[in-house]
């Protein structure tokens, strides 16, 4: 079992810079494969980032690839997501997950684990 809760939330104005953590407890947190998503208002779920376990593989959305950067580090037990050079098409309620399975999948059905959810609005 995982248990995920996600901070750094907030809102900042276009072109600001934020900084998602996520905090995991469970002893197998450095075997998964942790990711990112985010949904807007109205619109469904989608894929962020992600990275393996070891940290050799890393997969980012098109929207956000060269603006973020997702990080972790296993003996923290925590994940993060640095988000610069923000837009208000970011905004959304960005959940961490976590997946036991390889490869890594941009699919939000193959993540067994969710955090409740951290807000960031994008103001123009």
């Known amino acids: 079992q995982v248990q995920l809760v996600e901070s750094g939330g907030g809102l900042v104005q276009a072109g600001g810079s934020l900084r998602l953590s996520c905090a995991a407890s469970?002893?197998?947190?450095?075997?998964?494969?942790m990711g990112w998503f985010r949904q807007a208002p109205g619109k469904e779920r989608e894929f962020v980032a992600a990275?393996?376990?070891?940290?050799?593989?890393?997969y980012y959305a098109d929207s956000v690839k060269g603006r973020f950067t997702i990080s972790r580090d296993n003996a923290k037990n925590t994940v993060y997501l640095q988000m610069n050079s923000l837009k208000p098409e970011d905004t959304a309620v960005y959940y961490c997950?976590?997946?036991?399975?390889?490869?890594?999948?941009?699919?939000?059905?193959?993540?067994?684990?969710w955090g409740q959810g951290t807000q960031v609005t994008v103001s123009s």
């Open positions: 997950a976590a997946d036991p399975k390889v490869p890594l999948s941009t699919l939000a059905q193959r993540y067994d684990y």
């Open positions: 990275k393996t376990w070891s940290g050799a593989t890393t």
């Open positions: 469970g002893r197998t947190f450095s075997s998964y494969t």
